[in-house]
């Protein structure tokens, strides 16, 4: 009995402990173990979502949602949008969803095509003051400014605003000693000779159209030939790359490429030959430059480029480093014109096999394959950069031409329809590409030199490839035209015409001026308007003649 008093007496000791102690700590309650993870649910910017949002407007509206009430007090200092990730861009701050969402809006307007980087730091905290679990970063390209920077014009008189630009680089810029072209507008005193034969057609045009006078012309035309006769050094009657305005000496374009280079000299051929058809009078001046120019033309041993009978044509020859470069001149590319001209040569000629087998690698240089609907019979994959459909079409006209192998009024159009189409649906998502902004083709971009085409492809658009395609897609090739004129003029429109190169998608643009981009522009749109060069470089006979030779068909011949 005593035992059972003794445990009830401890039982009720201990209870009245236990609420005793119970009330102590109701009084002096311990903080709640906060369990929340803060985390970012949504970044939208004008109601998008991605990674990078692109072509957007110059006034967003930028909202942050959040898995929990934000610490307002920390929005401001923590949340961040810099202008090409550097410069601040002043911010608003607004609230809403019970605090939960952050509405950020630039103080004043965005710059258009421009890069913007949108961050919050892992630091800012919810409102019970926990830590956002990861930091954030958002990036924006803003719109192009779609307003018209240079008052309308016809289309007749844009193209002669475009072509008088350009002859610019050609004329005004042209070397001071030699009459000849820069390879760029930072070149100095280094001229190159392909690019040169494209200016002679660019002076050609500008006395055309009355952009200069035919005296003008004339004179510099004078000072070019008499240049090349008396002051260039040749290569079996080749000439180099690239060589030295002042002085004529060879400027190596490469160190094995220090001596004959047969494509370019093709290109200088073809403006001489166009010059010797154009200047016809009877005149001392004329009579005399029509003389020179038929001696640097038979003076080039085209068939010597055989490198020992092959029935190829080999780029390159050098003094001391001979047949080092190896370079076979074959497969659908830019060359056409130097198995035409060779054929074509009065002293060195070369007969169809040549052509056939080299050039043509027996048929190897078909295509067949359809890209975006239209069938390419000549060429790489997509038909590779268009200046292969420029260049040796600046004098060949390709409209009812064919041979064993292509109708070229096929293989011109659907190139450029090709590389059109490409951009038109831009399957690499490049910011920009569109109907009116399109031409892939070889020239500068941000990262040196490249040839742009499908399959090598990095968002740089090239003026030159749109623009020297108006005698196959005219109605594609003007809308480009007053895009890059009237939308993107304030970037691109300087003083000789349209620089080189730009990206959209990564906003650059070039400061250069390139003679074999800037040529072909003049030169093209002329044999659009007029197709004066086609008809002086096949209303030369000896052309003609190395037409049929190779097996060529057209109506004029």
């Known amino acids: ?37 803060f985390k970012n649910t949504a970044i939208t910017v004008d109601g998008r979502t991605a990674a990078v949002i692109k072509d957007v407007g110059i006034h967003p509206v930028i909202r942050f949602s959040f898995s929990a009430p934000v610490n307002k007090s920390l929005a401001a200092a923590n949340m961040l949008v810099k202008e090409n990730n550097a410069a601040m861009v002043p911010l608003t701050v607004s609230f809403g969803n019970g605090d939960s969402t952050v509405i950020v809006t630039p103080q004043s307007s965005l710059k258009n095509l421009t890069k913007y980087g ?79 034969g494209m200016g002679i057609m660019a002076i050609i045009a500008g006395v055309n159209r009355s952009f200069i006078t035919r005296t003008q012309g004339l004179t510099q035309l004078t000072t070019i030939v008499n240049f090349l006769t008396g002051n260039v050094k040749t290569y079996h009657g080749a000439f180099p790359h690239w060589l030295n305005g002042a002085t004529g ?99 060195h000629s070369i007969d169809q096999p040549v052509y056939v087998d080299g050039w043509a690698q027996n048929g190897a240089i078909k295509n067949g394959a359809n890209y975006y609907g239209y069938q390419l019979p000549l060429g790489p994959a997509s038909g590779g950069p268009l200046f292969f459909e420029h260049y040796s079409f600046l004098g060949i006209n390709p409209n009812g031409l064919n041979d064993q192998f292509a109708n070229y009024q096929t293989q011109t159009l659907n190139h450029t329809l090709i590389n059109y189409s490409y951009c038109k649906t831009n399957p690499g998502k490049y910011f920009g ?14 990262a040196g030199y490249a040839a742009h085409e499908p399959n090598n492809d990095n968002g740089v658009i ?56 800037q040529g072909p522009i003049i030169i093209m749109i002329e044999n659009y308007r007029t197709g004066l060069f086609w008809n002086l470089l096949t209303g030369c006979p000896e052309v003609k003649t190395g037409l049929l030779k190779l097996g060529f068909t057209a109506p004029y011949l």
Request: with cysteine; hydrophobic share 40%.
């Open 1 to 37: 009995m005593r035992f059972q008093q003794l445990a009830r007496i401890g039982y009720f000791f201990t209870v009245v402990t236990f609420l005793l102690v119970s009330c102590k700590k109701e009084k002096n309650p311990q903080p709640p173990v906060v369990n929340e993870i």
């Open 118 to 196: 949108i961050s919050v730091s892992a630091q800012f905290q919810s409102a019970k003051n926990v830590n956002l679990l990861s930091s954030l970063q958002v990036n924006l390209l803003t719109t192009i400014d779609s307003t018209d920077k240079f008052p309308l014009l016809s289309d007749s008189a844009l193209l002669d605003l475009l072509q008088k630009q350009t002859l610019k680089y050609f004329h005004d810029f042209a070397h001071p000693v030699s009459g000849l072209a820069r390879e760029r507008n930072s070149s100095g005193d280094l001229v190159t000779s392909g690019g040169s």
């Open 249 to 347: 000496a060879t400027i190596p374009f490469s160190p094995n490429d220090d001596g004959a280079d047969l494509v370019e000299t093709s290109y200088l051929m073809q403006g001489l030959l166009c010059a010797r058809q154009y200047f016809n009078g009877m005149d001392s001046t004329e009579t005399d430059l029509r003389n020179k120019i038929n001696s640097l033309w038979n003076n080039v041993e085209w068939d010597w480029f055989r490198q020992n009978n092959q029935n190829t044509l080999y780029w390159h020859w050098s003094e001391d480093k001979n047949w080092i470069m190896n370079f076979p001149v074959r497969g659908w590319n830019e060359a056409l014109i130097t198995y035409v001209l060779a054929a074509s040569s009065n002293t």
């Open 433 to 446: 590409y569109s109907d009116a902004c399109w031409g892939l083709t070889a020239s500068d971009d941000p």
């Open 462 to 517: 090239t003026p030159s490839a749109a623009l020297s395609s108006f005698p196959y897609t005219p109605a594609e090739s003007m809308k480009a035209l007053k895009f890059f004129y009237y939308k993107l003029g304030d970037k691109l429109w300087k003083e000789y015409g349209f620089v080189d190169a730009f990206n959209l998608d990564n906003p650059w643009f070039a400061n250069s001026f390139l003679a074999i981009d």
